[in-house]
């Protein structure tokens, strides 16, 4: 049976795109972890400043610790665009490299909704405007090529199984034709 395979955008096939993803992802990753780095340096510093009697100093707190999690997301992002790239060189890559991919790419995502989530939760409306316009897009094109991984992910099985199957069925041919041989050569 012969299916249409899917693509990016009409245009590129989806080994193609997941190594155009892969590259996207380290250099995102690369440029934004600066600011990540940046930011938790300023909010350590607001931090040694003020009192820990400050009633901000909660809020304080958890920015930093979103910043350091964002911060470990986008190593995390990193090591999955190389694991990505480097699962590439030579041959396309094992289904289990792309569920590996999938794994690490996917905490950011999720910190970003937690934290949506925790604003929301404390009814801070103005941050989660400012964390939608913010992070909302990558968000939206991290979820955008998870399922095109995902999507060459079952591709890549699918057509696993049907060459096992291909295989499979060629070897049973030869048995059979081997054990008529055999019978033949009896009689």
């Known amino acids: 049976m012969d299916q249409k ?11 193609n795109a997941s190594w155009i993803i892969a590259i996207i992802q380290l ?5 934004i972890m600066p600011s990540d ?19 901000t100093h909660t809020a304080i707190v958890l920015s930093c610790s ?8 986008h190593i995390l992002g990193m090591c999955a665009a190389i694991l990505l ?14 569920l590996t991919w999938l794994l690490l790419t996917s905490f950011h995502p999720l910190l970003y909704l937690l934290a949506v989530l925790d604003s929301l939760l404390r009814g801070n ?17 991290t979820m955008y090529t998870m399922h095109l991984m995902y999507s060459l992910y079952r591709q890549m099985v699918q057509d696993q199984e049907y060459h096992r199957l291909y295989v ?13 041989n055999c019978y033949q050569s009896i009689i």
């Open 5 to 15: 395979k899917e693509t990016c955008l009409g245009v590129f096939s989806l080994l």
């Open 27 to 31: 250099f995102y990753n690369v440029f």
């Open 37 to 55: 780095v940046t930011s938790i340096y300023s909010v350590v510093q607001s931090i040694n400043i003020t009192a820990t009697s400050d009633p």
């Open 66 to 73: 979103y910043y350091t999690w964002s911060a470990v997301c």
């Open 85 to 98: 790239i480097l699962s590439h060189v030579g041959s396309p890559p094992a289904p289990c490299h792309l």
């Open 125 to 141: 409306i103005t941050v989660v405007a400012d964390k939608m316009i913010d992070s909302g897009l990558p968000f939206l094109l």
């Open 168 to 180: 499979g069925e060629e070897k049973g041919e030869m048995e059979k034709t081997k054990s008529k």
